[in-house]
T-cell receptor
Framework: GAGVSQSPSNKVTEKGKDVELRCDPI?????LYWYRQSLGQGLEFLIY????????KSGLPSDRFSAERTGGSVSTLTIQRTQQEDSAVYLC??????????????FGPGTRLLVL | GENVEQHPSTLSVQEGDSAVIKCTYS??????FPWYKQELGKGPQLIID?????GEKKDQRIAVTLNKTAKHFSLHITETQPEDSAVYFC????????????FGTGTKLQVIP
C-alpha cells in the first residue's frame, strides 16, 4: 500500500550543476505527472506520461528540463545547468485512469530543490 | 485550454466557524473536479472530489457543490478545527487527448483557535 515516493527529499546544488529527481509511482498507475511549486505558489504543470503514449512536454519551461519514464514505472526529471530560479518544490503524482476525463492524482511528498 | 480561478487566496476563520472556497473554470467539457489539501512540507492530498453528474457531495464536515451552468464549484468546511489549517487547491480536468488536470492557485486557510 505504498504511496508515491520521491527522492531525494531535499537537494542543494550549485548554479550550473545538473540534478536528477526521482519519482516512484503507485504500482499499477499508468499516468505520471511532474509539477513545480514555487514558494507560496500554485502547481505548475511540467510533463505528463500516460502508458506507452508520447509524453506531453508542453509544460517544461526550457530545454534544460527533461524527463524520462522507464518501463512505464519510475520517472526521472533532469534539470541541466541549474539556475537559481529553478529553486522550488518538484512534485510527482500518479493516477490510475478511472474513466476518460475523470481521474484522481496521488501526490508524492516532493523534492525541495535549492540552487545556490 | 482550461483556466481555473480560485478565491480567496487567504482565509482566516475562528475555530468552529465555516469556511468556503470558490473556484471557476472555463472549459465546459471539464467533468471532474477534485479538491486537494496541502499541509506544510507535504504534497497535496485529495480530500474530496465531484463528478459532473452530481451537484453536491458531502463527506463529514466537508462538502463540495458544482454548478455546471455557471461553471463554478465550491468547497465548504463546517465546524472548522485547527488541523484544517492548510493550503487548499481546486482542480478541473479538460477532456482532450488525455486527462490533463488544471489546478487553481490555492487558498491558504488559517483556523484560529
Amino acid at each position: 500500500g505504498a504511496g508515491v515516493s520521491q527522492s531525494p527529499s531535499n537537494k542543494v546544488t550549485e548554479k550550473g550543476k545538473d540534478v536528477e529527481l526521482r519519482c516512484d509511482p503507485i504500482s499499477g498507475h499508468t499516468a505520471l505527472y511532474w509539477y513545480r511549486q514555487s514558494l507560496g505558489q500554485g502547481l505548475e504543470f511540467l510533463i505528463y506520461f500516460q502508458g506507452n503514449s508520447a509524453p506531453d512536454k508542453s509544460g517544461l519551461p526550457s530545454d534544460r528540463f527533461s524527463a524520462e519514464r522507464t518501463g512505464g514505472s519510475v520517472s526521472t526529471l533532469t534539470i541541466q545547468r541549474t539556475q537559481q530560479e529553478d529553486s522550488a518544490v518538484y512534485l510527482c503524482a500518479s493516477s490510475r485512469l478511472v474513466s476518460r476525463g475523470q481521474e484522481t492524482q496521488y501526490f508524492g511528498p516532493g523534492t525541495r530543490l535549492l540552487v545556490l | 485550454g482550461e483556466n481555473v480561478e480560485q478565491h480567496p487566496s487567504t482565509l482566516s476563520v475562528q475555530e468552529g466557524d465555516s469556511a468556503v472556497i470558490k473556484c471557476t473554470y472555463s472549459d465546459s467539457a471539464s467533468n471532474y473536479f477534485p479538491w486537494y489539501k496541502q499541509e506544510l512540507g507535504k504534497g497535496p492530498q485529495l480530500i474530496i472530489d465531484i463528478r459532473s453528474n452530481v451537484g453536491e457531495k458531502k463527506d463529514q464536515r466537508i462538502a463540495v457543490t458544482l454548478n455546471k451552468t455557471a461553471k463554478h464549484f465550491s468547497l465548504h468546511i463546517t465546524e472548522t478545527q485547527p488541523e484544517d489549517s492548510a493550503v487548499y487547491f481546486c482542480a478541473a480536468t479538460s477532456i482532450g487527448g488525455y486527462q490533463k488536470v488544471t489546478f487553481g492557485t490555492g487558498t491558504k486557510l488559517q483556523v484560529i483557535p
